[in-house]
Nanobody
């Protein structure tokens, strides 16, 4: 059974940073791309960042480029999202997900398993 468990969310002031983690189990972690998505209240879920299975390629939503960094440690079965220069409009529940392929993808339909989410709240 695939499990994804996010952690690291919290309340932070604008301009601050948080490091989100997602620990995976139940399938060969290093075989699949990973992604981070977020959903703000009253809004649809949106893509944030993705990384390929080897950790050699990444992609980001325009809204977070230059501020967020996705990385992975295949030895620890964990993917990270370093969030810097946070803004109030970054407030959302952040979800990690594992794809059905090695190649990175921003399409949420390519992700078959999702975590429960971690809340990030940025105050102004």
């Amino acid at each position: 059974q695939v499990q994804l468990v996010e952690s690291g969310g919290g309340l932070v002031q604008a301009g601050g940073s948080l490091r989100l983690s997602c620990a995976a189990s139940g399938r060969p972690f290093s075989s699949y791309a990973m992604g981070w998505f977020r959903q703000a209240p009253g809004k649809e879920r949106e893509f944030v960042a993705t990384i390929n299975c080897r950790g050699t390629a990444t992609d980001y939503a325009d809204s977070v480029k230059g501020r967020f960094t996705i990385s992975r440690d295949n030895a620890k079965n964990t993917v990270y999202l370093q969030t810097n220069s946070l803004r109030p409009d970054d407030t959302a529940v952040y979800y990690c997900a594992t794809a059905s392929q090695c190649v990175l993808t921003s399409n949420d339909s390519d992700y078959g398993f999702w975590g429960q989410g971690t809340q990030v709240t940025v105050s102004s």
